[in-house]
């Protein structure tokens, strides 16, 4: 199993343009989310899903957007890029048993984002 | 949400046991505990989780107090490998568990 693959690895954008981060897994994971994490500090939500057709904000979700049409791909799109989303990106997926917070995240190896 | 108070750095030996503490003074009863870890430049990777009992799987176990004020994870031979930021998380099994809530981590540092 490839698990969670993210794509890009590595972006270099311009102010305003815009673009998808890629996430797929092959774990037939109900949950998936998406969170960025910024230099020397912990990882912040930005959407999430729990299922296919059904996607939520977390705390970060502005300038975001995200849509889930399957349950492999949880693309996340960034509308009109800004400096301020200069980021390292993680996808992950979860088993969506019960109690959910029973169960681990696997996570992907992140897009590395600059805005210039 | 219950929040969790972990230290900012510990040193360890290579080949030598390691113990992470993590406080959570203010858990309810049905948040789960759970472990992540950060290598430099990976995402994050689970480690384990537990709700009372201690845990052990492969890579480390998980000692939960009595109370549930605290847990300690060990790692029982620290190898340069296991360098990486560690996350003590609390997981609630309510709508708002969806989210996992990172912190600042402790950062171990492996020794030769």
């Known amino acids: 199993n490839a698990g969670v693959t993210q794509t890009p690895k590595f972006q270099v954008l311009k102010t305003g343009q815009s673009m998808t981060l890629q996430c797929a897994q092959d774990?037939?994971?109900?949950?998936m989310s998406w969170y960025r994490q910024d230099p020397g500090m912990g990882l912040r939500l930005i959407h999430y899903?729990?299922?296919?057709?059904?996607?939520d904000q977390g705390e970060v979700p502005n300038g975001y957007n995200v849509s889930r049409s399957t349950t492999e791909d949880f693309p996340l799109r960034l509308l009109s890029a800004a400096p301020s989303q200069t980021s390292v990106y993680f996808c992950?997926?979860?088993?969506?048993?019960?109690?959910?917070?029973?169960?681990?995240?696997?996570f992907g190896s992140g897009t590395r984002l600059t805005v210039v | 949400d219950a929040k969790t108070t972990q230290p900012n750095s510990m040193e360890s030996n290579e080949e030598e046991p390691v113990h992470l503490p993590c406080n959570h003074s203010?858990?309810?009863?049905?948040?789960?505990i759970h472990w992540y870890r950060q290598l430099p430049s990976q995402g994050p990777e689970y480690v384990i989780h537990?709700?009372?009992s201690n845990v052990n799987n492969r890579m480390a176990s998980l000692a939960i107090a009595e109370d549930r004020k605290s847990s300690t994870l060990i790692l029982h031979r620290a190898t340069l490998r296991d360098a990486a930021v560690y996350y003590c998380?609390?997981?609630?099994?309510?709508?708002?568990?969806?989210?996992?809530?990172f912190g600042k981590g402790t950062s171990l540092l492996v020794t030769p």
């Open positions: 537990g709700l009372t």
């Open positions: 203010t858990i309810s009863g049905t948040d789960y």
């Open positions: 899903s729990v299922g296919a057709g059904i996607t």
């Open positions: 998380i609390l997981r609630s099994p309510s709508n708002s568990g969806y989210a996992l809530n």
């Open positions: 992950a997926s979860s088993y969506s048993g019960s109690p959910r917070a029973n169960y681990g995240y696997t």
């Open positions: 774990m037939n994971h109900e949950y």
